[in-house]
């Protein structure tokens, strides 16, 4: 942990220019007023503000002219929405995005005489080369999430790259982050649930980071001679990334399932079903037959593993524990219980297809509810990222707005819990947090952020227009009054704070 969030840190210097008084009178504001604005539709600023990570210059009025089905539907279906060519490029420019998991360790990983001798020195200059590697997937991130039309994608592979968390700095994993964001991640964000969850179980950065590529037995004649089992990962699979931590398991399924994992190792292919770095031992591996959740796995090797995640994906205690962390994530902190039961209706009805569970929470009447609208503490990221977006801004690189998510509290792949940075807003509403949002605020309006065209000052009334009816009276006069550190006073605003 200490060392990610150290490179990220080492970029951010919060900046000494802090906005006029006037701005944290403004910030201190309980709740906002809303404008009214009889000509915004309010159910498409929710669905706006909800499904991307908030309006850029424009965008309120293209969703409002392809009125609301088609613009849920434009995001369900992000295949059909073009890149634009500048993102493409940037993304280009970060050489290990072209990398997959194996090259990485080649191009990057240890080099042989570290290991063999020990040397401290050797392995610093490792960790040194896996920050570079991390800090370009950070890049990546924050490029796609600013630019890419394809918003609620990349709200969903957050989701999962949190759900999916390999925790704090560990080793190679920490060299792994990005491929495992692209490979395990990235794909089925919007796909069927167990092959993400076999995705990640299945790949290295998930293996070490969880301690399960050291889960074996040892096998003498067939029969186990000594075993090693390591059920960190299993434990974790069952309680957070399947079931729940309220789930059915109980310390016997952990059990049951640390053995059916046994064999799953890091290293070189041995066989046709060993890809990007996973290899199955069998001669590490329990052949026992196994029951989990009452239901028998029969061992039949590396298939017990896969018949073990279609289990725990296709259990109705996953279905729900799913469905409501995706509407904490996307509603409110206390989703209606309703709202919950017809999304997990839909996933144990579709196979657990993401897409449709999401289809079934933004078609819900209760997802356009009054009560939920404004009612969100942004996380660093979405305050970062939709400060940008606001300003029309595209960075040409994002090493410093990654430092700067670092200072704020969120430094990417690098959340200490089991669950990476919770979905819900009530851990990002801490009051020491302030004085540095309304820094990155004013830094950002006055074009101090490097990576940002300086030159490309937005004005109020720009950004007032772009974020349309969520911004209230008193935060449009605060901010006419603010001069020229108008802009800075509306993204450090409550209102702005808000979603």
Not at 188 to 217: C, E, Q, S
Not at 336 to 365: C, Q
Not at 457 to 463: H, P, W
Request: some cysteine; hydrophobic content about 45%; proline content about 7%.
């Amino acid at each position: 942990m200490a060392g990610i969030v150290q490179f990220h840190r080492s970029l951010w210097r919060p900046l000494s220019g802090i906005l006029p008084g006037v701005l944290l009178l403004c910030c201190l504001a309980s709740v906002p007023v809303r404008a009214a604005d009889s000509r915004a539709d309010p159910k498409i600023v929710q669905a706006v503000n909800r499904l991307t990570y908030g309006p850029g210059p424009g965008l309120l009025g293209q969703a409002e002219a392809m009125g609301l089905p088609a613009f849920i539907e434009s995001q369900l279906n992000p295949e059909t929405l073009a890149e634009p060519p500048g993102l493409t490029e940037a993304l280009a420019a970060l050489p290990s995005l072209q990398m997959d998991t194996v090259r990485l360790f080649r191009e990057y990983g240890p080099p042989a005489e570290a290991g063999r001798d020990g040397d401290p020195e050797a392995m610093r200059r490792t960790f040194d080369r896996a920050d570079v590697v991390a800090l370009e997937a950070a890049k990546a991130r924050l490029l796609r999430a600013i630019a890419s039309p394809r918003q609620l994608q990349e709200l969903m592979v957050d989701f999962w790259c949190e759900h999916f968390s390999l925790g704090a700095k560990k080793g190679l994993a920490h060299l792994w982050v990005g491929s495992f964001e692209r490979e395990a991640i990235r794909p089925y964000a919007m796909g069927r649930f167990l092959d993400l969850l076999a995705a990640t179980a299945m790949h290295p950065a998930m293996l070490i980071a969880r301690g399960n590529w050291k889960n074996v037995v040892h096998r003498d004649g067939g029969q186990g001679a000594r075993e090693a089992l390591e059920p960190t990962y299993a434990a974790l699979l069952l309680a957070h990334h399947t079931l729940g931590p309220g789930g059915p398991q109980k310390p016997a399924d952990t059990q049951a399932l640390a053995r059916i994992l046994t064999g799953w190792r890091v290293g070189a292919a041995r066989a046709d079903s060993d890809t990007g770095g996973f290899y199955f031992d069998v001669e590490l591996h329990d052949p026992s037959d196994k029951t989990l959740l009452g239901q028998t796995v029969k061992g039949t090797g590396l298939g017990e593993g896969a018949a073990a995640l279609r289990i725990l994906a296709e259990h109705p205690a996953t279905a729900r524990n799913i469905s409501r962390k995706l509407a904490v994530y996307f509603l409110t902190d206390d989703p209606p219980a309703g709202l919950v039961a017809s999304m997990a209706e839909t996933f144990g009805k579709t196979g657990g297809n993401i897409r449709e569970v999401l289809r079934t929470l933004f078609t819900n009447d209760a997802f356009f509810d009054a009560k939920y609208r404004g009612g969100r503490i942004k996380s660093p990221l979405r305050h970062i990222v939709s400060s940008v977006r606001a300003m029309g801004q595209t960075p040409t690189d994002a090493a410093a707005l990654a430092g700067a998510l670092a200072g704020l509290g969120q430094p990417l792949f690098a959340a200490d819990g089991p669950e990476g940075y919770l979905p819900g807003s009530a851990s990002w509403q801490k009051p020491e947090a302030l004085p540095r949002r309304v820094s990155f605020a004013g830094d950002l309006a006055a074009g101090r952020i490097a990576g940002l065209s300086p030159a490309a000052k937005v004005g109020v009334q720009t950004l007032t227009e772009a974020l349309g009816p969520e911004l209230s009276p008193a935060v449009g006069q605060a901010a006419a009054k603010a001069g020229d550190n108008g802009a800075g006073v509306i993204l450090a605003s409550p209102d702005f704070l808000r979603y």
